[in-house]
């Protein structure tokens, strides 16, 4: 048996707790067979998939009483309830994805404890706030691809490109809000001691080795395009004058997003120097070489190239998300070798991974639409600009193109890094308890 974990405290093995989460789930299962009859073939669905991570403890530890806590249950089923009996009642979605976040929550705890996966509770409420943000940008581009391929009006139902793009912008923040929400709650929840847990939870299956990359990695651009280290470093030199030039066009064509978009850029060409210098952490040129070329890509569109090259946009997301999902990969990876009680498998970092990138595609979508909203109102022109709903759900294919590219090759090129940001966290917890 594993030892007890904040994670079980999920699980509940009480009378009281099983009649109130079986009652749920008949209720449950009575709508489900509601929204069947009446033809709402995407609610039955999602109430089988919620009816099937509520009891999944119970059947796969074949005990009737072990069912997650009645209040967890109640706070994931609500919209489901409310969407089938009293839908006007819901103003926004925000009930709906803390709805979802739930779910998340309890799915994850359920592969913790019944997978080889490994994760502390932390973890777990950062993988919540993931998935809430991703259901959300999965769940408009899906339905955004069917109505432009299949001539349904899930999302195209008459209005125009920027009146969709603005509904389409407001459900990515309430999902942001109901994941910060959740998160707190949650958090709330495992910190407070009179929640103990009384569950011993069974593991399924073992652990893998931990350690699947060790040797340092190859460097598959360099050798590709045949390009020395000191070549790399002059390309990059070459890039970051260039994104100064920008920063003074900027300034004296009072071109506001130039400006700041270009002395953002330049200072984050420096961030691999200053984290190879302060944490001795040497970092690829390679790597530095992509990074830069992604802010400086992403510079020049904003100073004429977006406007004038209708797919400038879609190559810098590709490239802007292969560097996040890098720095995403080198993370999580460095996390899962330091932390013994973190274990995330090559394929399920790769699934991870792909979230997470979506994740921060609908957070930078909403970043765009705040600064728009901001800057409109202030009367300047747009720092970072959207142009209708089919320029956002491009944004997010491209996104998960680029994310694709990263995780794929990310085990062979990142580990080597990830490694020695591991060692860092090891040399800096060891430094923390000697105080």
Known sequence: MEPIDKLSRLLKNTPINAFAGWAMVLLL??????????????????????????????????????????????????????????????ATSIPFYLSMATIALLLGAEINWFTSVKMNYRFAILLVVIVTLAISGLWHLLQWLLD??????YILNGRTPDTINNAVMHEFIYAMIAGIVAGLIFGWYFRSDKHAGSIEVPVLISQEETNYVTSRPPAPIRKLLGISDEKQKIAMRMMQIV???????????????????????????????????????????GLVLWLTLAIFLHSLGTFALYDNIIRWDHVTHALSACVVAAAGYTLIRAIDIY?????????????????????????WEIIEFVSDELTSGLGYNAILAQHGIGDTMMDLVFDLFGAIIAATWGTAYLSDISYRLADKFEELSSKKNAR
């Not at 270009?262 to 120097?273: E, M, Q, R, S, W």
């Not at 274990?343 to 994740?359: N, R």
């Open 148 to 153: 432009m391929n299949l001539g349904t009006v």
């Open 339 to 363: 932390a013994d009680e973190i274990y995330i498998p090559p394929k399920v970092l790769f699934l991870f991974i792909l979230l997470f990138i979506l994740a921060m595609g609908v957070i």
């Open 29 to 90: 299962s009575l709508l489900g067979i509601g929204n069947l009859i009446y033809g709402r073939l995407i609610w039955f669905i999602l109430i089988v998939f919620v009816i099937s991570i509520i009891i999944a403890p119970a059947i796969i530890m074949r005990k009737l009483s072990v069912m997650p806590s009645w209040y967890f249950i109640l706070l994931a089923i609500i919209p489901i309830v409310g969407s089938t009996t009293a839908w006007f009642f819901f």
């Open 243 to 285: 994104l100064f030039i920008l920063v003074i066009a900027g300034i004296l064509l009072k071109d506001l997003s130039t400006a700041v978009n270009a002395t953002t850029g330049l200072a984050l060409t420096f961030v691999p120097n200053i984290i190879t210098r302060k944490y001795n952490i040497p970092i690829d040129t």
